[in-house]
């Protein structure tokens, strides 16, 4: 429940001042140029801080006939006003130590004056400077909720900055882009807000009175201004303002206004009449201003026009994954009534991924004749004709429930079924998170519990919303059930590329043949990477396991003899062209911060380990490959690889079976059982096992690798499973 309010907090406050925040973006940032572009005008000095109040009072008594006053502007040039020789009185930029005119005052620009006007008031006058304090403050409220939001997602403020491990774009960069500019976002707001109280008076009063009872002495001091220690000792980058005496009667002092504080100083003898510093309001104004324009900094100026475009990012990826997450999450389908459903299909899904797969689901059980009930967990209630439950959930945070799934642990325990209800249970969820699966493994344990539910399947996981795994879970569940599924996965935009073939092997006894690609753009893979080809006249997309040598694609392909894609890329020639997607394997790159990783493949499972073993920079991880085949002329495709691999000190040691040469007929977990001591040992201290291949190779590994651990360690290969030492990639 106090994810669910931080999460509509953070929604309503953005979606309700979405449209003031774009207009105060683009203002604000067009606004943040300005300030830049003031800073690099000519009358602009650059060193303030080595030039003394003495040396330009000086050069200015000397260079015109009578001066009134001068000052630094906001964009550090000194603006000074004068009487020259010739009698003329003017306001000009001066150089503060020669005292010469740099430049004339230009009229204001009357676009930037335009622009300064709607960004402050948005040409409304007081309803708009309220509308735009109020928005500013709203602001300071959706960075606080956005804070939270991370670090509920993140697992803790430990893991604030740690790896943001999202793989879509928009909520991806939500997170880092919110966590680099959570800062001047915050500033730009809480000066905003401030200096709009001070429009409206809402701030304490301040006045600045000097105290004129100060009597100085008669006798002057000092002859040269140059002498008197308070214009010797400070610097231009301390000034606001000095305004000269209005004659030379002792009665007339110089008015000083520093950053801090006001002076009035005796002309004759240098004594301080009076000094009044700043009280602590008037102080924030002046700091306030300078921070929320960026006047006189061009680094401040650059971080302001970035943060403003940073926030009409925050809002398009907002709104987008808002949007996305209410589709997903809407249920449009022609389902049964829940009483009388004979299936149940109950939903925890934080982003709405997970209902997807759950309606694709539901879709192919209506299609198969079925009285379905699809809802949240949240609603869970009593059915009176269910017979069948399944559960589909993933995980939020820490290994939280998602929103509509916080009340299902409460509920189960009180609402009773009517009749007894076969259950299973389907977990969406990462690898790359420590608690992986973690509520879905939760909800499986409620349902064990009661009596009146029996499970039909054992719980499964489902890693990085993987269409292979949920159809071979929808295929396990058809089979027991008896109900023929013909399921349709949603329709997802693709992004074709076009890919251009470098060299095709000769296909081998076991008619095997390495394709080695070359992408025509640039593209973000990694070795673990899918290659999706979908044949022509087809719909079906046939995924195959990239090794990535030297920036072109490396595939293991096994010609089938009734293979549409299989047969048709046996057949492609040197420059021919194919269109492919990219998928993102995350869970299945190498772990570079492993101390020791070893590779476990049969077949052409070792195309994407070819890739990670003849890696450009060389892998400081100590790497092992095992390798299960035919025969020993199988392995001949990939001796050239291999050799490379060792060449470049990436592969420490290899091991390879062969299942149907004589006299040697061994499997690759034999080999893992001679090496036993070397797989403990990189259990042990936290190394990391990758498996490719064959499923049924899997469960043999699986089954031989729990065996070594329940041997050695009295712990089942479960056990570092979850700590993500077990990586698979099977098929």
Same mark, same amino acid.
């Given at each position: ?5 931080? %999460?509509?907090?953070?929604?309503l406050?953005a979606a309700?001042t ?31 801080a080595?030039? *003394?109040?003495g ?6 008594k ?5 001066v009134?006053?001068? +000052? ?12 020259t ?27 930037f004056n ?5 960004h ?5 006058k007081?309803?708009?400077r309220?509308?735009v304090?109020?928005?500013?403050l ?6 606080i909720t ?25 909520? %991806? ?10 800062v ?6 809480? *000066? ?21 009872d100060? +009597?100085?002495?008669?006798t002057?001091k ?8 308070? #214009?010797k ?12 005496p ?6 007339d002092?110089?008015?000083?206004a520093? /950053? ?9 003898t ?5 000094e ?24 401040w100026?650059t ?11 925050f809002?398009?990826?907002g ?6 997450r209410?589709k997903?999450?809407?249920?449009? #389908?022609? *389902? ?16 709405g ?47 939280d429930a998602?929103?509509n799934?916080r ?10 079924p ?8 389907v977990?969406?969820?990462s ?5 992986? !699966? ?12 009661l &009596? ?19 159809? &071979? ?19 997802? $935009?693709?992004k ?8 095709? /092997? ?5 008619? /095997? ?15 673990g ?11 079906k997309? %046939? ?9 072109n ?29 990219i998928?993102?394997?995350s ?7 492993a ?33 299960g085949?035919r025969?020993?002329? &199988?392995?001949?495709?990939? /001796?050239? #690889?291999?050799?490379?691999a ?8 290899l091991f ?8 040697? %007929? ?8 001679? $090496?036993?001591?070397?797989? !403990? ?17 899997k ?12 041997t050695?360690?009295?712990?089942p290969?479960?056990?570092?499973e979850?700590?993500?030492q077990?990586?698979?990639? !099977?098929?």
């Open positions: 429940m106090t994810l669910s309010i931080w %999460r509509y907090s953070h929604f406050l309700s979405a449209l003031f925040l774009v207009v105060a973006s683009i203002s604000g940032g067009i606004l943040a140029l300005k300030s830049m572009s003031d800073v690099v005008q000519p009358q602009v000095t650059s060193n303030l080595y030039i *003394t109040l040396q330009t009072v000086q050069a200015l000397n260079e015109y006939k009578d009134f006053e001068f +000052e630094i502007t906001n964009a550090n040039a000194v603006k000074a006003s004068v009487i020789k010739a009698g003329k009185s003017k306001t000009i930029y001066i150089n503060p130590i020669s005292g010469k005119k740099i430049a004339a005052i230009e009229k204001p620009s009357a676009f335009w622009m300064t006007n709607f402050r008031s948005l040409f409304l007081s309803i708009g309220f509308f304090g109020l928005v500013s709203l602001l300071c409220l959706i960075a956005g804070v939270v939001l991370v670090l509920k997602r993140q697992g803790g403020i430990l893991k604030f900055f740690s790896k943001v491990k999202e793989t879509n774009i928009n909520e %991806r960069y939500h997170v880092i882009f919110g966590r680099w500019f959570l001047p976002i915050c500033i730009i707001a809480l *000066t905003g807000v401030y200096l709009s109280a001070e429009k409206f008076s809402l701030l304490p009063q301040t006045t600045t009175s000097h105290n004129y100060f +009597e100085p002495s008669n002057p000092y002859n040269d201004v140059l002498e008197i220690p308070l #214009l000792n400070t610097t231009l980058d301390q000034l606001r303002k000095l305004t000269f209005f004659s030379e009667d002792a009665e002092y110089f008015e000083i520093l /950053t801090n504080k006001e002076i009035l100083l005796h002309q004759h240098g004594e301080i009449i009076s009044v510093r700043y009280p602590f309001v008037q102080m924030a104004s002046i700091l306030s201003l300078k921070l929320h324009t960026g006047a006189g900094n061009f680094l100026s971080v302001l026009l970035i943060a403003s475009l940073s926030i009409l990012f809002i398009y990826s709104l987008s994954m808002s949007l996305k209410i997903k999450s809407r249920i449009t #389908l022609g *389902t049964f009534d829940k009483d009388e459903s004979e299936i149940i299909l109950l939903v925890g899904s934080e982003t991924n997970t209902f997807v797969f759950a309606k694709d689901f539901c879709k192919a059980l209506v299609k198969a004749g079925k009285k379905v009930f699809l809802s949240s967990l949240n609603e869970y209630s009593t059915y009176k004709n269910a017979k069948q439950l399944v559960v589909f959930t993933s995980t939020y945070g820490k290994g998602p929103n799934a009340n299902f642990e409460t509920i189960i325990n009180t609402v009773k009517v009749n007894p209800i076969q259950f299973s249970v977990g969406f969820g690898k790359l998170y420590p608690n992986y !699966c973690h509520f879905a493994i939760k909800a499986d344990a409620l349902l064990h519990k &009596s009146q539910f029996k499970p039909l399947l054992p719980l499964v996981k489902i890693n990085e919303q993987s269409q292979t795994d949920f159809d &071979s879970w929808v295929s396990q569940w058809s089979n027991i059930t008896k109900v023929d599924l013909r399921l349709k996965p949603s329709k997802e $935009k693709r074709f590329q076009k890919f251009q073939v470098v060299e095709r /092997t000769s296909i081998n006894l076991d008619k /095997t043949f390495l394709l080695t690609l070359k992408p025509k753009q640039k593209l973000n893979i990694q070795s990477d899918l290659l999706s080809i979908i044949p022509e006249n087809d719909t997309e %046939r995924l195959y396991s990239i090794g990535k040598i030297n920036n694609l490396t595939l293991s392909i096994k010609k089938h003899d009734k293979g549409v894609c299989s047969s048709t890329l046996s057949q492609l020639k040197q420059n021919d062209m194919i269109t492919a997607t998928k993102q394997n869970s299945f790159h190498f772990p570079n911060d101390k020791e990783v070893i590779m476990i493949a049969n077949g052409t499972g070792i195309g994407p380990f070819l890739g990670m073993i003849n890696a450009e920079k060389p892998n400081k991880t100590k790497t092992y490959l095992f390798w085949g025969t020993k002329t &199988s392995f001949k495709l990939y /001796t050239n #690889l291999i050799d490379s060792f060449y470049k000190k990436n592969l420490s040691g390879v079976s062969f299942s149907k040469e004589e006299n040697q %007929r061994r499997y690759v977990q034999n080999s893992l059982v001679e $090496k036993a001591d070397l797989v !403990c040992r990189v259990l042990k201290n936290g190394g990391t096992l990758m498996i490719c291949g064959s499923l049924a190779m469960n043999d590994v699986l089954a031989t690798l729990n065996n070594l651990t329940e050695r360690f009295n712990l290969i479960s056990s570092f979850k700590y993500n077990i990586l698979t990639d !099977c098929y």
